[in-house]
């Protein structure tokens, strides 16, 4: 069965330092994994995904993460973060092998990026 | 091009009562996915529709949840005999290509809440 965990509800950071929104998951063969953010009163929008190839995946508004398959890992990750990039984040993974279509999400990590 | 929309955005109901969520996809997209986002949970997937085909409804909670798409286009979720534990954001999603690898667009939601 298909899982995806996001081990911090919360992640704080400063303006301009790095940030890091952690991600694990579990899947029968290769997995497809995805990024959302989702902003208050807002649906959730698109960051970026992995499919296939290179493991470092760059997406929307600066953000990037990278696959580690020993690790079983998806971090999200941006160089320098900026106020506007509060909001909250969701993990998600679909298998390739089984076919499925629907999205397996983990619960969020709300990031607060303090001035 | 339109988003994915949802109507209403805010439903309140008294318990026992059914309830119809609207879900209109962005054109051209052929597959339709509706979530459900409980207080403190991650995205719970409900069901799914793809062009003609038998729907997916391997994540609905009860019989009392039904969703039909009709014409390929717009969908209607339908929860009968609502219960407070039904209260929650309902998520409604297109993406374009049938494969897990695609990217999916949310609507804005609708938040449920049963008295």
């Known amino acids: 069965a298909q899982s995806v965990a996001q081990p911090e509800d919360q992640v704080n950071v400063a303006e301009g330092n790095p940030l890091t929104v952690k991600c694990t998951y579990s899947?029968?063969?290769?997995?497809?994994l995805f990024w959302y953010v989702q902003y208050p009163n807002r649906g959730l929008q698109f960051l970026l995904k992995?499919?296939?190839?290179?493991?470092l995946v760059k997406g929307s508004y600066g953000f990037e993460a990278e696959f580690n398959k020993s690790q079983t890992s998806f971090h999200l990750k941006k160089p320098s973060a900026l106020v506007s990039d509060s909001a909250l984040y969701f993990c998600?993974?679909?298998?390739?092998?089984?076919?499925?279509?629907?999205?397996?999400f983990g619960t969020g990590t709300r990031l607060t990026v303090i001035p | 091009g339109a988003g994915v929309s949802q109507s209403p955005s805010n439903k309140v109901t008294e318990k026992g009562k059914d309830v119809e969520l609207r879900c209109d996809p962005i054109?051209?997209?052929?597959?339709l996915y509706w979530y459900r986002q409980s207080l403190g949970q991650g995205l719970e997937f409900l069901i799914y529709?793809?062009?003609?085909?038998?729907?997916?409804k391997s994540g609905l909670p009860s019989d009392r949840f039904s969703a039909e798409r009709t014409g390929g286009s717009v969908s209607t979720l339908t929860i009968q005999r609502t219960q407070q534990e039904d209260s929650a954001v309902y998520l409604c999603?297109?993406?374009?290509?049938?494969?897990?690898?695609?990217?999916?667009?949310f609507g804005p939601g609708t938040r449920l809440t049963v008295l």
């Open positions: 999603a297109s993406s374009l290509r049938r494969e897990g690898a695609g990217e999916q667009f």
């Open positions: 899947v029968s063969g290769n997995p497809y």
């Open positions: 992995y499919i296939t190839g290179d493991n």
């Open positions: 998600a993974v679909s298998a390739v092998q089984t076919g499925a279509n629907n999205l397996f």
């Open positions: 054109s051209g997209h052929t597959a």
């Open positions: 529709f793809q062009g003609n085909s038998a729907p997916d």
